[in-house]
């Protein structure tokens, strides 16, 4: 029965079946937003809701029993096992927010596809750097918005009053969302030198800080890719040198079955 399972969970049809039902349940969660189509078709898209989450159920069931501790061991395993154990739990009384949970369903594409999983994978390699550039950027605000609040705080109360406030001020201008017109064109009437202030800020957060976050991701990807490549490069060597030595031991099943032919025949 385990071979039988495995079989099945190895077939590439059974992957193409289970996308296929992702993109299903992410359509009919999506019709469930709908009150209209709910009246309609309520019945029907709460029966299809259930039997694709009695396949993932199953799926998820057969992949412990084939793959045993082994699947505890991989977190995309235990990712598709939280995720489908949040649709099992009651949607009800104060648990009732769960239901809204249900669309995380459509996140096991990311385990599914495996270029999906390779940029998941590569942002989390990014982590660690984005952590330092987080800071940084953390500590550039602050640095900002004490200047802010003490420079403009008492003519500008609404956009540097306080010194969160002034953070919010500035995310919005780092953000270029209406920076010019909300926020320094008014401010510049009454000090026209606030250009100084405020120029310098956007190139260092806009220009060069966020450009770190993106460098520090595609380094990590490519650092995802090139090991991806050298895996399966890897694999393409062994499969060649078991090939080599495949016909290595044909070559000496033959040179000995000659050896022994010629130790048989007469003189």
Do not use: C
């Not at 998820?60 to 029993?65: G, Q, S």
């Not at 099992?88 to 009732?96: E, K, Q, V």
């Not at 008492?154 to 969160?164: H, I, N, R, V």
């Amino acid at each position: 029965m385990i071979a039988r399972l495995s079989a099945i969970l190895a077939n590439p049809l059974t992957e193409r079946v289970v996308i296929g039902l992702i993109l299903v349940n992410a359509i009919t969660l999506g019709m469930e937003t709908s009150k209209a189509v709910m009246e309609a078709y309520g019945d029907i898209i709460l029966v299809i809701d259930k039997l694709i989450l009695a396949v993932f159920v199953a799926e998820i069931t057969a992949r412990i029993l084939v793959h045993r501790s082994a699947f505890f061991r991989d977190p995309w395993s235990i990712f598709d096992l939280i995720v489908v154990a949040i649709a099992l739990i009651p949607a009800t009384g104060s648990l009732s927010v769960l239901r809204a949970l249900r669309v995380l369903r459509v996140l096991r594409l990311i385990t599914v596809l495996p270029s999906l999983r390779r940029v998941v994978q590569g942002l989390l390699t990014a982590l660690p750097g984005m952590g330092s550039i987080t800071l940084l950027l953390g500590i550039i605000f602050y640095v900002f918005a004490v200047m802010g609040t003490k420079l403009f705080g008492e003519a500008f109360p609404k956009y540097f009053g306080t010194l969160a406030d002034s953070v919010f001020t500035l995310f919005q201008v780092m953000t270029l969302e209406g920076w010019s017109e909300n926020v320094v064109r008014p401010i510049m009437e009454q000090y026209p030198q606030a250009w100084l202030f405020f120029v310098p800020y956007i190139v260092v957060t806009t220009f060069m800080v966020l450009n770190l976050f993106i460098g520090v991701v595609v380094s990590a990807m490519q650092k995802e890719a090139d090991a991806q490549s050298a895996e399966a490069a890897k694999e393409r060597d062994l499969a060649r040198d078991e090939a080599i030595l495949q016909e290595l031991r044909i070559l000496r099943a033959e040179v000995t079955a000659l050896r022994q032919e010629r130790s048989a025949s007469p003189g």
